[in-house]
């Protein structure tokens, strides 16, 4: 006790909350090279979406709404600008609204057939979750929303998101629904556990 009533105010501080911990291990997550866990992303370009989305338009007029799917899931965009993560974004969505409800189990489960089947249906799924992140901030924000915005009628059984004047709570609401839809029928076909690795996947879309 009388080496504790040597120090005073000035000698005791809470400086040592200020200490980073994580930053003096080595094993720490801030100290952890995450390009280790996974080969390096290749930057994508507007030239290299834009072409892609010609490719997905082709196989959608053909009637090959699954080749069109895989095609976008197969080149995600982890590492490029946000705009052309945007295109990216826009096309999957686009490519989502063509099928229709009635095929869009048998579509997912040829999607996730084969080699790196199980990484495209997680992709599908960062796709989803982006989407509807930016219906839900759309929703309460006065500015002009971001992907997805607008929603009219399609045969599909679904519909085309797109800015609608004077209905936008309906619009992200219709918009909300098609996403969710799509994430009940990957959680079907996936399982669960696609939702615990999207999560805890640190390579965003």
């Not at 982890?78 to 609204?97: H, I, P, R, T």
């Not at 997680?122 to 796709?127: A, Q, R």
């Not at 982006?130 to 599909?156: I, L």
């Amino acid at each position: 006790m009388s080496i504790i009533r040597e120090h005073t105010q000035t000698t005791l501080s809470d400086a040592w909350r200020t200490i980073d911990i994580d930053a003096l291990d080595p094993d720490s997550a801030p100290n952890f090279d995450t390009s280790t866990l996974h080969p390096p992303q290749p930057e994508i370009t507007e030239a290299e979406v834009r072409q892609l989305t010609t490719q997905v338009r082709q196989l959608l007029r053909g009637g090959d709404a699954e080749g069109a799917l895989r095609g976008c899931l197969d080149m995600p965009v982890y590492n490029g600008s946000d705009g052309v993560k945007e295109m990216a974004m826009g096309l999957v969505v686009e490519v989502l609204q063509s099928i229709k409800a009635s095929e869009m189990v048998p579509v997912l489960r040829g999607v996730g057939e084969g080699v790196g089947g199980g990484e495209r249906v997680d992709v599908l799924m960062k796709y989803l979750y982006k989407g509807m992140a930016a219906a839900s901030s759309s929703s309460g924000a006065s500015s002009a929303p971001r992907t997805p915005t607008r929603v009219t009628p399609q045969q599909t059984g679904f519909s085309q998101m797109g800015p609608r004047p004077g209905a936008s709570a309906e619009s992200t609401g219709a918009a909300m629904s098609v996403l969710l839809s799509w994430h009940e029928k990957a959680v079907e076909v996936a399982g669960l556990g696609c939702i615990g690795r999207v999560m805890t996947d640190w390579r965003k879309v």
